[in-house]
T-cell receptor, first 116, second 108 residues
Framework: GAVVSQHPSWVICKSGTSVKIECRSL??????MFWYRQFPKQSLMLMAT?????????EQGVEKDKFLINHASLTLSTLTVTSAHPEDSSFYIC????????????FGPGTRLTVL | AQRVTQPEKLLSVFKGAPVELKCNYS??????LFWYVQYSRQRLQLLLR??SRESIKGFTADLNKGETSFHLKKPFAQEEDSAMYYC??????????FGTGTRLQVFP
């Protein structure tokens, strides 16, 4: 089946620094990638949708300048949390969908971000 | 407003008992509905979708447009079914709207 990886799996950073999280589709070309945020014992909240080569579409309430998304190739999307603060601490999950079947998303294992 | 509602945070049953995880949605168009499952320390994965009308691991789910529901059912629960289950709605876009999830615990 289609595999999506995320790197790193966990990261601890100081307040005010920026953190980059990578999402890769390993065995298929992902035309669309999605970034979610999950708080403890809560559901996944979609942050943004990105298509290769175009700007990401952010959900209402998500700061574009805070969460920079780049989808430079059909197998890689990155999420950069800029000037991180403790309230940005969360579990970030990416998913990817390709040309087959169009409506199935394959999820990465997630990245746990802790901002001190 | 919550577009996908899973009223139960936790559902506990004994092995062999029937299971029904409830999901209600709010959408005026033609919805596409999914059930995703997350086993302990594993990533989220698709369990089934309503358009397939198939049974996966003994689970079935029927879309009831009149009741705007997509409940997940299994006649005889197994211990390995213990996991977090999420109902999700696709609103004619690629975006998935997830419910808050139901944790299923199956006791031996």
């Amino acid at each position: 089946g289609a595999v999506v990886s995320q790197h790193p799996s966990w990261v601890i950073c100081k307040s005010g620094t920026s953190v980059k999280i990578e999402c890769r589709s390993l065995d298929f070309q992902a035309t669309t990638m999605f970034w979610y945020r999950q708080f403890p014992k809560q559901s996944l909240m979609l942050m943004a949708t990105s298509n290769e080569g175009s700007k990401a579409t952010y959900e209402q309430g998500v700061e574009k300048d805070k969460f920079l998304i780049n989808h430079a190739s059909l197998t890689l999307s990155t999420l950069t949390v800029t000037s991180a603060h403790p309230e940005d601490s969360s579990f970030y999950i990416c998913s990817a969908s390709g040309p087959f079947p169009l409506d199935e998303q394959f999820f990465g294992p997630g990245t746990r971000l802790t901002v001190l | 407003a919550q577009r996908v509602t899973q009223p139960e945070k936790l559902l506990s049953v004994f092995k062999g008992a029937p299971v029904e995880l409830k999901c209600n949605y709010s959408y005026s168009g033609s919805p596409e509905l999914f059930w995703y499952v997350q086993y302990s320390r594993q990533r989220l994965q698709l369990l089934l979708r309503h358009i397939s009308r198939e049974s996966i691991k003994g689970f079935t789910a029927d879309l009831n447009k009149g009741e705007t529901s997509f409940h997940l059912k299994k006649p005889f629960a197994q211990e390995e079914d213990s996991a977090m289950y999420y109902c999700a709605l696709n609103e004619d876009t690629d975006k998935l709207i997830f419910g808050t999830g139901t944790r299923l615990q199956v006791f031996p």
